[in-house]
């Protein structure tokens, strides 16, 4: 069976040739930049931290989770974070040679923020090549161990000169990933399950702070043990290609195996893609006991953290007194 490494070496040594005769060959230290969206001023409220509330109809009346999603000041996504995964999700069995992929005419800058969804990233990549989103994701699933590219691409700012073909686009964002597993030490076995992991963290983190990452991680690792549910709003709304940032009854309904109401566990693979940060707090969560949180301050992101389910409890009427105070309601 081939590692993680042999395919990694297999695709760049059949793109190398190509690839080495680019400008983007010889300049790619230089042009790569860590990039995470600020979402400080919105919200994802902690979609686990309602577990155990009762049925739907408490748990809607209530809370939800998920998160808009805003660019930073110095940056503007030409797509939203609810792209439609339909053209993207399910890899093409038809190959991507590197003699037919599409190549830019003049210089462009494609940027990815942690949190985003393939489906953005792949519409982002298809509007620079000229391509359509299904095309610029084939080449990216095809550049990444598995052929599913979901949480394989590095939140960077990637600046691609003229003349970058669309394979070496898609080999440079993978590539970049898997460099950042092997440095973390992440092997090619638990690749899916860390990967998994972060991108979860990464959403429901509405702070972005690495400490309250750790944490989260330690919930989610917590409530696997103890064979609890994991009940995140944030993988439902994957799988129903929403943003969110609430749930419904009918949605959380949804057979699918993301649905972490339905089935127990960390769904199959990522919903979005996580950060270093938020790689390093799955590889590495608190110590804590906690098994709840919920975002209390939507405007800050400030979330909340309980060991009991009463005390979490109380960290619910906290957030229904700020819904109440800034005129916010639950669809």
Same mark, same amino acid.
């Given at each position: 069976?081939?590692?993680?490494?042999?395919?990694?070496? @297999?695709?760049?040594?059949?793109?190398?040739?190509?690839?080495?005769?680019?400008?983007?060959?010889?300049?790619?230290?230089? %042009?790569? !930049?860590?990039?995470? !969206?600020?979402?400080? %001023? &919105?919200?994802?409220?902690?979609?686990?931290?309602?577990?155990?509330?009762? /049925?739907? &109809?408490?748990?809607?009346?209530?809370?939800?989770?998920?998160?808009?999603?805003?660019?930073? $000041?110095?940056?503007?996504?030409?797509?939203?974070?609810?792209?439609?995964?339909?053209?993207?999700?399910?890899?093409?069995?038809?190959?991507?040679?590197?003699?037919? *992929?599409?190549?830019?005419?003049?210089?462009?800058?494609?940027?990815?923020?942690?949190?985003?969804?393939?489906?953005?990233?792949?519409?982002?990549?298809?509007?620079?090549?000229?391509?359509?989103?299904?095309?610029?994701?084939?080449?990216?699933?095809?550049? $990444?161990? /598995?052929?599913? $590219? @979901? /949480?394989?691409?590095?939140?960077?700012?990637?600046?691609?000169?003229?003349?970058?073909?669309?394979?070496?686009?898609?080999?440079?964002?993978?590539?970049?990933?898997?460099?950042?597993?092997?440095?973390? /030490? +992440?092997?090619?076995?638990?690749?899916?399950?860390?990967? &998994?992991?972060?991108?979860?963290?990464?959403?429901?983190?509405?702070?972005?702070?690495?400490?309250?990452?750790?944490?989260?991680?330690?919930?989610?690792?917590?409530?696997?043990?103890?064979?609890?549910?994991?009940?995140?709003?944030? &993988? +439902?709304?994957?799988?129903?290609?929403?943003?969110?940032?609430?749930?419904?009854? *009918?949605? !959380?309904? %949804?057979?699918? #195996?993301?649905?972490?109401?339905?089935?127990?566990?960390? #769904?199959?693979?990522?919903?979005?893609?996580?950060?270093?940060?938020?790689?390093?707090? $799955?590889?590495?969560?608190?110590?804590?006991?906690?098994?709840?949180?919920?975002?209390?301050?939507?405007?800050?992101?400030?979330?909340?953290?309980?060991?009991?389910?009463?005390?979490? +409890?109380?960290?619910?009427?906290?957030?229904? @007194?700020?819904?109440? @105070?800034?005129?916010?309601?639950?669809?």
């Amino acid at each position: 069976m081939s590692t993680l490494h042999d395919e990694l070496a @297999e695709l760049q040594s059949s793109a190398a040739h190509h690839f080495s005769h680019t400008t983007l060959a010889r300049d790619v230290t230089s %042009v790569r !930049r860590r990039v995470r !969206r600020d979402r400080g %001023v &919105t919200y994802a409220i902690g979609t686990l931290a309602v577990a155990g509330l009762g /049925g739907g &109809t408490v748990y809607a009346s209530m809370l939800g989770a998920g998160g808009t999603q805003l660019a930073p $000041a110095d940056a503007s996504p030409s797509t939203s974070a609810s792209a439609s995964l339909d053209a993207v999700a399910t890899p093409s069995s038809a190959p991507i040679e590197d003699d037919g *992929s599409p190549t830019l005419a003049l210089d462009a800058e494609v940027t990815v923020y942690a949190g985003d969804r393939l489906a953005t990233v792949a519409a982002l990549l298809g509007q620079a090549f000229d391509v359509s989103p299904a095309v610029a994701a084939q080449a990216l699933h095809q550049a $990444a161990p /598995g052929d599913d $590219a @979901e /949480g394989w691409i590095d939140p960077a700012g990637y600046q691609l000169p003229a003349g970058t073909s669309l394979t070496e686009a898609a080999t440079l964002m993978v590539g970049s990933r898997a460099s950042d597993l092997e440095r973390l /030490g +992440v092997s090619d076995e638990d690749s899916n399950e860390v990967l &998994t992991l972060a991108s979860i963290i990464e959403v429901e983190t509405t702070t972005h702070d690495p400490q309250d990452m750790a944490v989260i991680s330690a919930v989610l690792s917590n409530r696997i043990e103890m064979d609890m549910q994991l009940q995140l709003d944030s &993988t +439902v709304l994957y799988a129903v290609e929403s943003d969110g940032p609430f749930t419904t009854d *009918s949605e !959380r309904a %949804v057979d699918s #195996p993301y649905n972490t109401y339905l089935y127990a566990g960390l #769904p199959p693979g990522p919903i979005a893609t996580p950060s270093d940060e938020a790689i390093e707090a $799955a590889l590495h969560p608190a110590d804590s006991e906690y098994l709840y949180y919920v975002t209390t301050n939507r405007a800050t992101g400030a979330i909340q953290f309980a060991e009991t389910y009463d005390e979490h +409890v109380e960290n619910v009427m906290r957030l229904q @007194e700020w819904l109440q @105070e800034n005129g916010e309601s639950i669809p």
